[in-house]
Nanobody, 125 residues
Framework: QVQLVESGGGLVQAGDSLRLSCVVS????????IAWFRQAPGKERAFVAA????????SYGDSVKGRFTISRDNAKNAVYLQMNSLSTEDTAVYYC??????????????????WGQGTQVTVSS
């Protein structure tokens, strides 16, 4: 059973930085793509970033390119999302997700099988 636990959310001001963590328990973490999605109030869940299980391949949503960085530490079964230059539009619940393994990098939520409970990020102006 794969379980994901996010942490690091909170209340920050516009322009600040925040780092989210996602710790994954269960088998074969090193073969799974891990992604971050977010859901703002009244909006659908949206892709933020993903890191492939191999070759350090990453993908980012257009709204976060150049500001957010995703990374993984296979020794710690963890994935991180470094968020810089935060704006009020980044306010959302952030979820990490894992796929079934040994797949090309993915950006659609239906391609991820396992999800965390989410962590709230609130950016005030």
């Amino acid at each position: 059973q794969v379980q994901l636990v996010e942490s690091g959310g909170g209340l920050v001001q516009a322009g600040d930085s925040l780092r989210l963590s996602c710790v994954v328990s269960g088998p074969t973490f090193s073969t799974r793509n891990i992604a971050w999605f977010r859901q703002a109030p009244g909006k659908e869940r949206a892709f933020v970033a993903a890191v492939m299980w191999t070759h350090d391949i990453t993908s980012y949503g257009d709204s976060v390119k150049g500001r957010f960085t995703i990374s993984r530490d296979n020794a710690k079964n963890a994935v991180y999302l470094q968020m810089n230059s935060l704006s009020t539009e980044d306010t959302a619940v952030y979820y990490c997700a894992a796929d079934r393994g040994l797949q090309p990098i993915k950006t659609r939520e239906e391609e991820y099988e396992y999800w965390g409970q989410g962590t709230q990020v609130t950016v005030s102006s």
